[in-house]
């Protein structure tokens, strides 16, 4: 009987899965061929903008479902404290969520390995009290996400400070926080140095008041468990990834642009988004559409040229919303510089011409700068700008290799030795940085959360428009 009985038993196994071990993590992920990803929403994690959904977070999880060979879920949680939430509920795989690793969250889930290291910084609104250490806290309105790593930071400074008090804000985006603290609502916030550095493109009213003395690693969570499979396999994904210089291009794609604008040039370029883009956007995505452009990065590079002025002139006789020189107009086919569609249109037109010369084996986002670059200083110096970099041991096809042997284009110890010798090489360089950072701009401004956000808005007080407080972004 019991001989009979395995029989049977064993029969059944073969078709029922019940029988079977369950699949680890790594092979149900792949079995599903989804990755369920919890982030948060903001610029440096992820955010949906008119072309799809961009941020540093977003980037790097949809390489790792790459390396995977599934599709990538990625959403946005309500609340900053349902994101560990949905991690350790296996709701999500994995939390990229520009997430700092604490003990108390280390309780919860498992981290993988450090991605970056930030620094925990006290941002103020121009204008306001500047706060420089943590005694001056105690008599403001602060405010942090609830469940954040702000919250343990402040609960340490209470101790030396008791009456120090904070409201902890029920949301997971600390651009809400960032708005309110624009809006007068707040008097301080605590946001990740990597935060600051890209929102205050966005924010220019913003400054950081000090640091707190303590560094922070950012890493994503897993469900802590016995089953480590996908959490495996996520290290070694992150070690390729900086191994082979993508979680650089990332980072350099996110962060690393150097000479930021300024708050003047900041106010002003969103100033001229709501007042003057919209007499122009549908020429600029016409004409994008026609080059295979994304529109933002044709108006950006409209922006450097004539702050989107038709009428604008340069003492050297170019003209236009493109500053097209008459000989360039000519070779288009443009008949009237002034006419600012004509004008977007050779301009665009143009640029296409200079990137189909480009050698076709360098990649994006690289191949793009070196274009803009090309299109203010002329290709022939941006080529002897690159023979200098390959001289000097560098990469020719990446830009930064290149953008660092421009300005050497000015030297005579160096310009002799090209082609085309003299160029005033910090320009190309000044130019791309501008026209990076406008277009970094504009990716966010034309966002559907950045929209919502502004129109929920009320109306600033006519006391808050002119700032009082014009120290430097530290």
């Not at 969250?105 to 981290?111: C, D, G, M, T």
């Not at 620094?119 to 306001?128: A, N, P, S």
């Amino acid at each position: 009987m019991r001989t009979t009985f395995a029989i049977i038993l064993a029969n059944a196994c073969m078709f029922m899965s019940t029988c079977s071990e369950p699949p680890n993590a790594l092979d149900r992920v792949r079995q599903t061929g989804v990755l369920h990803v919890v982030t948060r929403n903001g610029p440096t994690t992820y955010y949906l903008g008119s072309e799809g959904p961009r941020g540093f977070e977003y980037e790097l999880a949809r390489g790792f479902a790459e390396y995977l060979g599934v599709q990538l879920n990625i959403y946005s949680a309500d609340l900053f404290e349902d994101i560990l939430v949905d991690v350790a509920s296996q709701d999500a795989d994995l939390a990229a969520a520009g997430l700092t690793i604490t003990d108390m969250r280390s309780e919860l889930v498992r981290f993988s390995a450090p991605y970056r290291e930030v620094r925990q910084q006290v941002i103020y609104r121009l204008g306001r009290r500047r706060p420089s250490d943590p005694g001056d806290l105690v008599d403001l309105r602060v405010a942090v996400p609830a469940g954040s790593s702000f919250v343990d930071a402040l609960a340490e400074l209470r101790e030396q400070w008791p009456d120090l008090s904070w409201e902890e804000a029920a949301s997971a985006d600390i651009d809400d926080l960032l708005l309110r603290l624009v809006d007068g609502d707040i008097d301080v916030t605590i946001i990740d140095s990597n935060e600051y550095q890209i929102s205050s493109q966005f924010y220019p009213e913003l400054r950081v008041g000090f640091e707190l003395a303590r560094s922070d690693r950012l890493a994503w969570a897993f469900r802590r468990s016995d089953d480590d499979s996908l959490y495996q396999e996520a290290r070694r994904y992150l070690a390729e990834s900086e191994a082979t210089g993508l979680l650089a291009a990332i980072e350099e794609r996110y962060y690393d642009h150097e000479h930021r604008l300024d708050y003047v040039g900041t106010r002003r370029f969103l100033r001229h988004i709501e007042t003057r883009l919209p007499k122009y956007r549908d020429a600029f995505e016409e004409v994008a559409a026609k080059i295979g452009e994304d529109w933002r990065l044709l108006a950006a590079l409209g922006y450097q040229e004539s702050h989107w002025d038709p009428r604008a002139v340069s003492p050297t006789g170019v003209r236009g919303l493109m500053m097209l020189t008459r000989a360039t107009a000519r070779q288009l086919g443009i008949k009237n510089r002034v006419d600012p569609f004509q004008s977007i249109e050779g301009g665009g037109r143009y640029l296409a011409r200079v990137k189909r010369k480009i050698p076709e084996r360098i990649r994006e986002p690289d191949r793009t700068w070196l274009a803009l670059a090309a299109y203010n200083v002329g290709f022939g110096h941006l080529e002897d700008a690159r023979v200098l970099a390959q001289r000097r041991g560098k990469n020719p096809d990446d830009w930064n290799d290149v953008r660092d042997s421009l300005p050497l284009l000015a030297q005579k110890k160096w310009h002799r030795q090209t082609r085309r010798g003299y160029a005033r090489g910090w320009e190309p360089v000044r130019y791309v940085d501008n026209i990076r950072s406008y277009y970094d701009i504009l990716l966010w401004a034309t966002s559907e959360q950045y929209r919502a956000r502004q129109e929920a808005r009320p109306e600033p007080s006519s006391d808050e428009d002119t700032p009082a407080d014009s120290s430097p972004t530290l």
